[in-house]
């Protein structure tokens, strides 16, 4: 196996030493600048994790090793010893990134081999991040109410309380946000009304959720939202928690539903 995690979207360029294995252990060598192509599929942003060590053309000594991309320093990242670094890739349209493992120093010649070995990367993950209960290309973030993200039987959401907050502070293009609800305990597992107020109290959506179901949201630029299930707030057991409704995690394939249902 080489050091790339199977079908994770990249491949190697130039300036990598062919793969070697030592003790059970597969690994390249890198003189310097050693290319690594990533094709981000999703406008999210991507985490590229290196497991890597300094070589005897480094006197096997820390370094400091720079990711370009395009020229531009990305990120950097001193490297004590062996230890796995992990480089933050920000969102971007689809498209296929090559990046440089660039150092500055180095070149001293190994012990019985002929190449300037500076470091070695024993595997090479690229993935993306975690997407949350709200549209990754949203600029928005939660507030108070919700619980953290959690997954249980292959599928991942939050918790909400009492009033929970999202704040919006650019939608962008957006003129809609789509959430998939589902009632929960604290709502007695039975059908409510959500509400979605704005920061002045006022309500501007409203919607019955009996099921799981998409829920659709109106917006209008920055604003600051509060969900609010009326009749919720019941405890289960020794859970301390108030769970009246979990949003689950955001899919590129959640529509808003074609008609809100009319509320009592």
């Not at 994770?8 to 050693?34: C, H, I, K, Q």
């Not at 009492?162 to 789509?178: H, P, S």
């Not at 979605?196 to 409203?206: H, I, K, P, R, T």
Request: glycine content about 10%; aromatic content about 8%; proline content about 7%.
């Amino acid at each position: 196996m080489d050091i790339l995690t199977p079908a994770n979207n990249t491949s190697l360029g130039a300036g990598w030493f062919p793969l070697e294995t030592y003790r059970a252990e597969s690994f390249r060598w890198v003189m310097n600048d050693a290319e690594i192509y990533v094709a981000a599929l999703r406008n999210v942003k991507h985490f590229l994790q290196i497991h890597l060590e300094p070589g005897p053309g480094l006197n096997l000594k820390p370094f400091e090793l720079l990711i370009k991309d395009n020229g531009d320093t990305l990120a950097r990242a001193t490297v004590k010893g062996r230890q796995m670094i992990s480089v933050e890739l920000p969102a971007t349209e689809p498209k296929v990134r090559k990046l440089l493992l660039h150092i500055e120093g180095g070149g001293r010649p190994a012990p019985n081999d002929a190449r300037v070995l500076n470091f070695r990367v024993f595997k090479v993950t690229f993935m993306p991040a975690l997407i949350d209960v709200l549209p990754p290309e949203l600029s928005a973030k939660l507030g108070s109410g919700w619980y953290p993200l959690e997954t249980f039987n292959g599928e991942t959401f939050r918790w909400a309380g009492n009033d929970a907050k999202i704040t919006i502070d650019d939608a962008g293009g957006t003129k809609t946000l789509v959430l998939e609800v589902e009632p929960g305990p604290g709502v007695g597992s039975k059908p409510f009304v959500l509400r979605v107020l704005n920061d002045a109290g006022v309500q501007v959506s409203e919607a019955e959720v009996k099921t799981r179901r998409a829920v659709a949201v109106p917006l209008n630029g920055a604003v600051s939202l509060t969900l609010h299930a009326e009749g919720g707030g019941k405890k289960i057991g020794s859970d301390e928690r108030i769970m009246n409704f979990r949003v689950f995690q955001h899919s590129s394939d959640l529509k808003a539903p074609a008609k809100e249902p009319a509320t009592a």
